[in-house]
């Protein structure tokens, strides 16, 4: 698992304040684009930078019913 994706499901647990987001994030060890990509809050940056898909999509499709 990357070091981005574990700090993000390491701060899951804990609410922060924007100061202490910033001060934790400056903290990690890790590439300076993720970085930016964690400081500026920019998902679509840090999905890239990570290798992540480029869209998803979640979608149920209801069987047909008869009457």
């Known amino acids: 698992m990357s070091d981005a994706i574990q700090f993000l499901a390491s701060i899951g647990r804990t609410p922060l304040s924007?100061?202490?987001?910033?001060?934790a994030?400056?903290?990690?060890?890790?590439?300076?684009?993720?970085?930016?990509?964690?400081?500026?809050?920019?998902?679509?940056?840090l999905n890239e930078l990570l290798g992540g898909a480029n869209k998803m999509v979640c979608a149920v499709l209801a069987a047909d019913e008869e009457a």
């Open 25 to 45: 994030v400056n903290a990690q060890v890790m590439d300076s684009r993720q970085v930016r990509a964690l400081l500026d809050r920019d998902e679509a940056s």
């Open 18 to 23: 924007p100061l202490e987001y910033e001060a």
